[in-house]
């Protein structure tokens, strides 16, 4: 019988989506809720652990999904934790919001304001921690303005008519190269300089190596549940395994925890195999030209070119060797599945496989 596995509240980690951590579980967030042993990872927390005794501003760089919140929620915690964190995200605020959104508003700023006015995400993170992410998506003239607040350590709110004395540590995160932003007149200079104090790069999951193992392995235990658990502890084939550390996770951890929760939603038996891993991974791998263990010789992926503007096309070859490449990685090498999925006789695969083998 399909054994089910549901999503549970789980402690945050290196994931972009805490939507559902309590207040209580974010104020317990620590550098210890970051997993990974790659000199990389291991790297950029020495780093985070450093600067959390410092005051300056802090930026933090990483590709989306990489855990850049968690990290300033981390640092926070390590320096202001009796203070608020706050976080704001840039790039999900509207233009003509961002700027009561960040520096509150008194009343009549603008048609429809609380008649009370509304505090601001600086004047709420008094004595704690202000995450602005994503701040390469800031516009230009509301960064005019932070640039004023972090220099004079003050706030005006929007329609406002006297400036508020404010506290609070600043942090930034972003995908985007800042540098680049600011040769091409996107970012300012002078804003630029003000945040990167201290820096702080977060690897890319791909860079991680094993890491990519011990997060996988994590997440099947978080996501699986007690009945699952309770008659043999879930593990990933040796082929699944190859191909998740082959992969190269362009969502980073945020895909990797959504790849495991698909798989123990496919999986009838203890083990996660090829098969049950989603197929945007196994068709990557078989059509980036990534070499994989075949039937006991190693045999690379055919790139499968794509219909398009340049007319090109690929041999009627190259397409069958994609398909059995994709069919033997998605059945962990078992031949009878993989003809099965093929729609083909055990004698037919065997032959083509030889075939493939020659050729090389």
């Given at each position: ?29 620590t ?5 990974g ?7 950029a ?38 203070g ?25 700023a ?15 993170a008094?004595?704690?921690?202000l ?6 998506d ?18 005006m ?9 404010v ?16 040769k ?23 860079q ?8 996988a ?13 309770k ?27 959504n ?24 068709d990557?791998?078989?059509q980036?030209?990534?070499e994989?263990q ?9 790139k ?23 069919a ?28 493939f083998?020659?050729?090389?």
């Amino acid at each position: 019988m399909k054994k089910q596995c549901l999503e549970r509240k789980v402690r945050p980690l290196l994931i972009g989506k805490q939507s559902a951590i309590s207040t209580e579980e974010k104020n317990s967030l620590t550098f210890d809720n970051i997993v990974g042993d790659s000199h990389l990872i291991r790297q950029a927390l020495e780093q985070s652990q450093r600067f959390a005794s410092s005051l300056a501003n802090i930026l933090i760089l990483g590709e989306t999904g990489t855990g850049k919140e968690l990290f300033a929620e981390a640092i926070h915690n390590e320096s202001r934790p009796d203070g608020p964190f706050l976080a704001l995200n840039c790039a999900a605020i509207p233009k003509s919001l961002i700027e009561s959104e960040l520096f509150g508003y008194d009343n009549g700023a603008f048609t429809g304001a609380n008649k009370n006015g509304s505090l601001g995400k600086i004047e709420l993170a008094q004595g704690g921690t202000l995450l602005l992410d994503e701040i390469g998506d800031m516009p230009l003239e509301t960064q005019a303005v932070l640039l004023r607040v972090l220099e004079n350590k003050q706030v005006m709110r929007v329609g406002g008519k006297e400036y508020r004395p404010v506290d609070f540590r600043l942090i930034a995160s972003t995908h985007k190269d800042l540098q680049t932003a600011v040769k091409n007149g996107q970012f300012r200079q002078d804003l630029y300089y003000r945040l990167n104090v201290l820096k702080v790069n977060i690897p890319p999951l791909r860079q991680r190596g094993r890491d990519v193992i011990i997060l996988a392995e994590y997440f099947i235990n978080t996501y699986c549940d007690d009945r699952f658990s309770k008659t043999k502890k879930l593990q990933l084939s040796p082929a699944a395994r190859d191909i998740l550390l082959k992969y190269d996770w362009p969502g980073n951890i945020r895909q990797l925890e959504n790849a495991m929760i698909y798989a123990l939603n496919m999986i009838d038996t203890d083990v996660i195999a090829p098969r049950h891993l989603p197929d945007e991974i196994i068709d990557s791998i078989a059509q980036a030209g990534t070499e994989v263990q075949i039937s006991g010789q190693r045999t690379r992926g055919s790139k499968v070119i794509q219909f398009g503007e340049t007319e090109q096309t690929c041999s009627l070859r190259e397409a069958e060797q994609t398909c059995i490449i994709k069919a033997m990685i998605k059945s962990g090498n078992n031949i009878a599945l993989a003809a099965e999925l093929l729609q083909v006789s055990k004698s037919t695969l065997y032959r083509k496989l030889e075939m493939f083998k020659a050729q090389e």
